[in-house]
């Protein structure tokens, strides 16, 4: 069912064109304010934690200041200093430092929660709509997109989070800054004013610089990875042909066009990082010059220069963070715009007020003039398809590769609705039932066989009610008891992600299990036993149909074995049903469906080929 | 993976040890090191000009004893602002060489661990997951990337930070000095239980990353059965947990880092206080000035940020350490199939097979998958190799094509011994299709010449018509220039394979062998390409690897093989009737096909 899959077209398109690059700052900022909008009790601790932070290092500068004018001044001058001077020195550098530090662990503490929070919060949106969203969403989209978009996605769209508080706490600081240095002295200010307005301006050119940049290094280290997990997947390839060079060439051209785009953000980085460094250290020398005046001039004491000077030292780490958050931005968007196509995408498959019918044994189940075509592709894959099969009754449908089979089984356990026509089950339309009706009248065991990384009980069981007695009788059923018995920990066998510690026809018979021990009226098989030994496999679907209240089965098949065993059978080809009957009357009436199941024959055993020997 | 953390953990004195490994394999990055490390040195001078201005010009110019020496102040900060510029284009200059021959040298880290993957035996390539394959050359390399462009750059500024403002220091005055130091003794005690503990609950989160993943995963490729099965609502508790788990575990190492940065926060005002206290004690003996004094202060700061740095880095620097070491030791292992140094090359023409007492096993000790095997294949035959699962098969054609070596005995291909054949001439001539015909993201015509390059369209049309295949093709959209997409995942599985038996088909070796190539492929079109290659290739040795009996049917030869050993060898019709495994998978095979009337009724 997973064929033929359109790419979405939407996927890939990163924001960063040159004119959208404009763009980046004034979305960005709005994606900041969408962060604040939903945590906003944490965002608030977490920016009175930076505040109480950001209060306490300019508190500090003054202390520094302070002492010196009250504390070490007059003792060097004085050649004479108290106790008291000194304790009260101490205490008060003391008490700064640790509310400093409970300021610290607020912002950190809460900014951490708050970028965990929406990370979590966002992953399980996601995860809430892959699992609301039709199957055939899901078709339209790769695998791996979907992993990406609840993983790294999420991850890169919030991870600016984190030094969001301390940039506000930043600008807070930056704010009492400029106040003391009013305070203080105008002329002082004044440098204030030239060094922090250009820590802004140096910050958003390095977001808009860096942006592009960054994309490019994370497209080309997608690209990388790309070609890694293509050519070790086809290692064996490669190696049957010789082509380990030409694959190590392919692979070198792109690791050194990645290598090229790291050092042009690194470029970018390495001059931004001094010059980021230089310019408070420039305003602490400025303030020297221009405070050795004023001192010189009365205007002002030199404790208060030894404050400022100190406070444009603190304040060099602190302004770097509003650098994190801007330049962080770009790549939280491109997360963010992955992300939001999903949570905005609507189709939830709508199910009906109905309970299903109840009753023992096989349902009948009527498939009346079904049509049904993925989007994007102009041939519908199954058209005006119209059969029934009788309670207890075991259906094989057959057909080339690519006819419509798979889709069809699907239809049957609606994992997709049909585009017209419907699917009755005792008469009622499927999509009349409640949510989670039609899976406990029918079970479905898919192609692809899929395990929880869970237990062998809950693979069976998948959180349903069944006792260890049921389940050991499914597994007999299924021919599994056999092997779990000999596991080592029996049902309580974790059997790793997606079944990785069993074989082929292991997983498929505990799949089996998991379909017979919920007793299902009808049971949907699609190419489900090709790992299993045609006679276990007789054996299974004997034990389903035995009894008063036979299953009804729906058998999709390939093998002549598997065939034989069911009642009828139906032959599709190219998404039309093209003839129906038991498989004696197929053989002699359907050239194709006689060519598909005889393929094996040896041209001696097969009819044409008697008439063409010689008499 | 998590065994290379748990070695990391377990051993992290190594680190050295590692790094000069990894120098060893990384000659790019030794080039022009000394500037590098010169500039660096410029770079941690110039973050102590600041509090030496400030020195000076409390103690000189302020405090000078004919009142304020303003011109010596104006001189003082231009020389200083000299030196913060200076400063500041070392550091530029020193990141841009930093990150270029990192870069370089990362670069071919990745390369090299790439093609090394290649060259490691098919054994070793299934030892692995593939994912963890993938990221030795990515992730693990990606994360030494960034670890070097931001704590690498970092951790050497702030050791040099520590070590220059040490100096200033002692040259002020070294009763404050000592008592600095004596204050953040301590802490340096403290970092190696600090990075313990990092590395205990980033672990932690790394682990609960991991169960996010496969739950994300469930709800992703389990997707059909949650929904035949009405397991949302398990489904999403069961994906909840893990990542409320993640969400747990992450604030937790929160916590601990904030403990670990604040250390230094707290550590710095005990000094200041204790600076203040001291000094001011000292400067009434006469022993230091107050600009002394509160160049101190400021240089305190300096003693700050490398403690915080390393809070942030630590945890980063041990995780690139270990990836490292990951990468490191995929090119430390030794590739035990090599191509021959001085290889011969097969001689023309059809090639006959020679296996001498061939004897494999899988691991040593292990219970072997061939045991002394000893036989002859003459070429121009067709040979099909018949057996139940895990007979030993596939191992045949392993050896053949020397995907492996044996433990005993040898394996000669035109006369020659495969171990002393050049890899180019041997994957020229003998040439395998193996049961999963990996393709890749591009068109069907690209896929073929793969096997071949410089192939025209036409030519691999052509080929596609030469074997019986000519319908399916003119089936497709764009014809042989039809995207197969990500891993051929247009085209269904049998269609793939069709795909890889032409790519093998054009590369037009002279032994072919077929390891269960076509099980996936309907039963009618299975027939016409197995007839259809028949005839293209008669003239050439061919081993078919064979699910379904009919191959066998057909072959010049057929070898059973059972537990390891070659029990049968004939002709089909005399094998089937005679006593022995044969007629028994025979028998197993027609009636699961079908093809006794009695299963029928």
Redesign the interface.
């Known amino acids: ?5 359109t790419p979405d077209p939407a996927a890939g398109t990163r924001p960063s064109a040159p004119d959208e690059r404009k763009d980046v700052v004034r979305r960005g900022l709005r994606h900041v304010a969408r962060s604040i909008r939903e945590q906003p009790g944490i965002f608030t601790w977490a920016v009175l934690g930076s505040s109480l932070y950001g209060g306490m290092t300019v508190a500090s500068a003054y202390v ?1 200041g302070g ?2 004018d009250r ?3 007059p ?2 001058d004085d ?3 108290s106790a008291a001077a ?1 304790t009260l ?3 008060v ?2 008490a ?3 509310l ?2 409970v300021g ?2 607020g912002r ?2 809460f900014a ?2 708050m970028s ?2 929406l ?2 919060d966002y ?2 949106r996601v ?2 709509q ?3 969203l039709p ?1 055939s969403w ?1 078709q339209r989209h ?3 997109q ?2 990406s978009n ?2 790294s996605d999420v991850e890169s769209a919030w991870y600016f989070v984190s030094p969001l508080p301390f940039a506000v706490g930043a600008l807070v600081m930056i704010g009492i800054t400029v106040a003391a240095l009013l305070l203080t002295d105008p002329l002082l200010a004044v440098v204030g004013f030239v060094v922090f307005p250009l820590v802004f301006v140096i910050n958003a050119v390095y977001s808009q610089v860096m942006s592009p940049r960054m994309a490019r290094a994370q497209q080309l ?1 997608a690209e ?2 790309e070609i ?17 060079q ?3 060439d392919r ?2 051209e792109r ?2 066009e ?2 090229d785009g ?2 042009a ?3 970018v ?3 931004f ?3 980021m ?2 310019l408070p ?2 305003g ?3 303030v ?2 221009v405070g ?2 004023r ?2 001039g009365g205007a002002t004491d ?1 404790g208060e ?2 404050s400022i ?2 406070l444009f ?2 304040l060099a ?1 602190p302004i770097r963070a509003i650098g994190w958050v801007l330049a962080d931005l770009p790549r939280a968007l491109a997360g963010f715009d992955r992300v939001a196509p999903v949570l905005a995408a609507t189709g939830e498959t709508p199910h009906g007020p109905d309970a299903a019918p109840a009753g023992t044994g096989g349902a009948a189940l009527a498939v009346d003039d079904l049509t049904f075509g993925y989007d994007g592709v102009a041939r519908p894959t199954l058209e005006g398809v119209t059969f029934d099969v009788a309670p207890g009754r075991t259906l094989a449908v057959v057909g ?3 006819s419509g089979k798979s889709t069809l089984a ?1 239809l049957l ?3 997709v609705d049909p585009s017209t026509g419907q699917v009755l089950l005792d008469g009622v339309d499927l999509r009349t039932l409640r ?2 009706e ?3 009248q029918a ?2 065991v ?1 192609q692809g066989t ?1 395990l ?2 869970d237990t062998v009980r809950g693979n069976v069981t ?2 349903g009610p069944w006792d260890d007695d049921e389940v050991w009788a499914a597994l007999r059923t299924a021919a599994a008891d056999d092997f779990v018995s000999r596991l080592p920990e029996g049902l309580d066998t974790r059997v790793g ?2 079944g990785a510690s069993l074989s082929g026809g292991q997983r498929q018979r505990l799949a089996l299990a ?1 379909a017979v021990v ?1 007793r299902p009226r009808l049971l949907v098989l699609d190419d489900a036993t090709s790992a299993v ?3 276990v496999e007789a054996r299974i679907l004997d034990a389903l149909r035995a009894g008063d209240h036979p299953v009804t089965v729906v058998v999709v098949a ?4 598997t ?2 065993l069911a009642d009828e059978v139906v032959w599709i080809d190219r998404g039309r049903l093209v003839a129906r009957g038991i ?2 009357e197929l053989l002699a009436q359907v050239p194709g469906y006689a ?3 005889q ?4 041209p001696e ?1 097969s009819p044409t080929a008697l008439q063409e020997v010689p008499a | 993976m998590s065994t290379g953390l748990d070695a990391t953990e377990q051993r992290p004195k190594s680190a050295l040890a590692t790094l000069r490994r990894g120098l060893r394999m990384m000659p790019e990055f030794r080039q022009g090191l000394p500037a590098t490390f010169a500039l660096s040195l410029i770079a941690t001078a110039g973050r102590v000009v600041v509090p030496i201005a400030v020195q000076q010009t409390l103690d000189r110019g302020l405090g000078a004893p004919g009142g304020p020496d303003l011109p010596l102040v104006r001189w003082l900060v231009a020389a200083c602002a000299v030196i913060v510029v200076v400063t500041g284009v070392a550091v530029y200059r020193m990141n841009v060489r930093l990150f270029r021959t990192t870069e370089t040298a990362l670069a071919g880290l990745r390369v090299r661990a790439f093609r090394h993957v290649h060259d490691l035996s098919v054994l070793h390539q299934q030892g692995q997951r593939r994912g963890s394959l993938v990221s030795r050359v990515t992730s693990d390399v990606d994360q030494l990337s960034v670890f070097m462009q931001w704590g690498g750059v970092l951790g050497l500024v702030s050791l040099g930070q520590l070590v220059v403002a040490t100096v200033v220091m002692a040259v002020y005055s070294w009763q404050l000095t000592l008592l600095v130091l004596v204050c953040f003794v301590p802490l340096a005690v403290a970092i190696k239980f600090f990075a313990r503990r990092l590395a205990h609950v980033y672990g932690i989160v790394r682990e609960r990353v991991g169960d996010v993943l496969a739950a994300v995963g469930e709800s992703v490729v389990g997707a059909p059965t949650v929904r035949a099965y009405g397991i949302r609502a398990r489904t999403a508790a069961r994906i909840d947990t893990a990542i409320t788990r993640h969400y747990e575990a992450s604030v937790r190492a929160q916590r601990t880092t904030a403990a670990v940065y604040v250390s230094g926060e707290f550590v710095a005002a005990v000094a200041n206080a204790a600076i203040v206290v001291v000094g001011v004690l000292l400067g009434i003996g006469g022993h230091i000035s107050a600009g002394t004094l509160v160049a101190f202060l400021f240089l305190v700061t300096l003693f700050v940020s490398p403690v915080q740095t390393a809070s942030e880095v630590l945890n980063e620097a041990q995780n690139a350490v270990a990836g490292f070491r990951r990468v490191l030791d995929v090119l430390d292992t030794e590739p035990d199939v090599r191509d021959p140094a001085a290889g011969r090359t097969l001689p023309p023409g059809p090639l006959d097979v020679r296996f001498e007492h061939v004897t494999f096993a899988y691991a040593p000790g292990a219970r072997p998958a061939l045991t002394d095997v000893d036989l002859a294949i003459a070429a121009r035959t067709r040979v099909a190799i018949v057996g139940e699962t895990g007979s030993g098969k596939t191992t045949f054609a392993k050896l053949v094509t020397r995907l492996m070596d044996p433990t005993g005995g040898r394996v000669l291909v035109g006369g020659v011994p495969v171990d002393e054949v050049a890899f180019s001439s041997l994957r020229e001539r003998v040439v395998m299709v193996p049961q999963d015909g990996f393709l890749f993201d591009a068109s069907v015509a690209d896929n073929v010449r793969y096997g071949r390059p410089g192939l025209t369209d036409a030519q691999i049309t052509a080929a596609f018509e030469e074997l019986g295949l000519g319908d399916w093709l003119g089936g497709l959209p764009d014809g042989v220039a039809t995207p197969v997409g990500q891993r051929g995942e247009s085209l269904s599985a049998g269609e793939r394979q069709l795909v890889a038996v032409a790519r093998a088909y054009v590369a037009d070796p002279d032994l072919l062998v077929l390891d269960e190539a076509t099980s996936a492929v309907d039963p009618a079109t299975e027939m016409a390409l197995t007839r259809a290659l028949d005839t293209l290739t008669s003239g050439r040795t061919t081993l078919t690897i064979a699910h379904r009996l009919s191959t066998a049917e057909r072959a010049d030869e057929v070898l059973v093989v059972d537990a390891g050993r070659v029990v049968q060898r004939g002709r089909h019709d005399e094998l089937v009737d005679a006593e022995g495994p044969y007629a028994r998978l025979h028998a197993s095979w027609r009636r699961s096909s079908g093809r006794t009337p009695e299963t029928i009724a």
């Open positions: 069912m997973s064929r033929r899959r520094v002492v010196t504390v070490v001044l003792a060097y050649g004479d200093t000194l020195a101490a205490l550098i003391m700064v430092a640790v400093k530090i610290i662990i950190r503490l951490g929660i965990y929070r990370q979590a992953r399980r995860t809430g892959y699992l609301r199957l899901h790769p695998t791996g979907l992993l609840a993983n280290r990388v990875s890694a997990h293509e050519s070790f997947d086809a290692a064996l390839v490669v190696k049957t042909l010789g082509r380990e030409s694959e190590t692979f070198a690791a050194y990645l290598r790291l050092v953000v690194g470029r980085r390495g001059l990082d001094p010059l460094e230089a250290n420039l602490t020398l400025a020297l010059l050795a005046e001192v010189a030199a220069l030894v000077a100190y030292t603190l780490l080339p590769t690519g699907g356990v609606r994992l949510e989670g039609v899976s406990t079970a479905f898919p899929f929880f990384d998948l959180g992600e997606r998991r919920r030994d045609p006679a390939y093998r002549q074995a065939i034989a498989h004696a060519r598909l199941v393929a094996y024959q040896p055993d």
